[in-house]
């Protein structure tokens, strides 16, 4: 069993930067691959970014170039850093963890409770 605490999130004003983590418990961290999604009211839950147990990263298109995943398997911690924050990216963000390589698909095992980004314009 793996339990996943974001934290980070906030209200930011357009252009602004965030990082968001993600601390994992209760399992061997490093050999879970790790991605972060986000869901928007009345939408989708959409994957951002995966982050494989070697630490190879994987984007959806419509973040690449202002979005960076990354882990510190010493902390047990994924993070996300966002820049240039636009208020297409306002959604509540959630981290996800599975053995299974599932990349941007949210059919991962585990869940975290998720943090919310607010950006305004």
């Known amino acids: 069993q793996v339990q996943l605490v974001e934290s980070g999130g906030g209200s930011v004003q357009a252009g602004g930067s965030l990082r968001l983590s993600c601390l994992a418990s209760g399992a061997t961290y490093g050999a879970y691959c790790m991605a972060w999604f986000r869901q928007a009211p009345g939408k989708e839950r959409e994957g951002v970014a995966h982050v494989n147990s070697d630490g190879t990263p994987n984007y959806a298109d419509s973040v690449k170039g202002r979005f960076t995943i990354s882990r510190d398997n010493a902390k047990n911690t994924v993070y996300l850093q966002i820049n240039n924050l636009e208020p297409d990216d306002t959604a509540m963000y959630f981290c996800?963890?599975?053995?299974?390589?599932?990349?941007?698909?949210?059919?991962?095992?585990?869940w975290g409770q998720g943090t919310q980004v607010t950006v305004s314009s």
């Open positions: 996800a963890a599975g053995r299974v390589n599932w990349q941007l698909l949210p059919r991962y095992n585990y």
